[in-house]
């Protein structure tokens, strides 16, 4: 089955301690991208990857870090979190080339900073 | 740059009613049209679409319009399920290919009661 799926789907953590939320996808897509969710705000990029070795920020990538070692594979870094990153965070996949691609979405990962 | 508005919400309906969800865009160009849908829980799947002007999307009984002229791709539905209640996207993407990021609105919840 065609999926993008992340981990954890739940994490609660305190303000400074490092974590790492997966993303892997199994439809060989070259573009991958984080979003995250808020109240009133919408899915607003943090980060994306065109392709291994290849990412870019989105438009709020500030305290977020990434990777793209492999291509079916796009973690999403916090090294120092903080309040304000408590969110739903969803990670997407599509393919890259002339004309409409359909993104898909992972189910979410929802993390709660203290 | 880009942006979507759409409607506020929670927007309850009795089943079988007739929805409407407004969603109108700024862009600079020629902007594709989306709607995606999220189910409690899950993560955003792609509902339907339109790729220039005029077009009608259209999928699960759900359609959309492409209106330019009012720059606009108002989600409509003849008769609402209960299963219908989840939360609602407008989003808009400029160009194709390795150059299309996805802008969304802020989402309406919609609430189908029986």
């Known amino acids: 089955e065609a999926q993008v799926t992340q981990n954890p789907r739940y994490l609660i953590t305190v303000t400074g301690k490092k974590l790492t939320v997966t993303c892997s996808q199994n439809?060989?897509?070259?573009?991958m991208s984080w979003y995250r969710q808020d109240p009133g705000l919408g899915l607003r990029q943090i980060y994306y990857?065109?392709?291994?070795?290849?990412?870019d920020k989105g438009d709020v990538p500030e305290g977020y870090k990434v990777s793209r070692k492999e291509k079916r594979n796009f973690p999403l870094i916090l090294e120092s979190p903080s309040p304000n990153q408590t969110s739903l965070y969803f990670c997407?996949?599509?393919?890259?080339?002339?004309?409409?691609?359909?993104?898909?979405f992972g189910p979410g990962t929802r993390l709660t900073v203290t | 740059g880009d942006s979507v508005t759409q409607m506020e919400g929670p927007v309850t309906l009795s089943e079988e009613a007739f929805l409407t969800i407004n969603c109108t865009y700024t862009?600079?160009?020629?902007?594709?049209l989306f709607w995606y849908v999220q189910y409690p829980g899950e993560g955003l799947q792609l509902l339907l679409k339109?790729?220039?002007?005029?077009d009608k999307g259209s999928n699960k009984g759900f359609e959309a319009t492409y209106r330019k002229e009012t720059t606009s791709f108002h989600l409509e539905k003849g008769s609402v399920q209960v299963s219908d209640s989840a939360v609602y996207f407008c989003?808009?993407?400029?160009?194709?290919?390795?150059?299309?990021?996805?802008?969304f609105g802020t989402g309406t919840r919609l609430q189908v009661t029986l």
């Open positions: 339109a790729t220039k002007a005029d």
């Open positions: 997407a996949s599509r393919s890259l080339g002339v004309g409409f691609y359909e993104q898909y």
């Open positions: 862009a600079t160009g020629y902007p594709s």
């Open positions: 439809m060989n897509h070259e573009y």
């Open positions: 989003a808009l993407s400029e160009g194709t290919g390795t150059a299309s990021k996805l802008t």
């Open positions: 990857s065109m392709n291994v070795e290849v990412t």
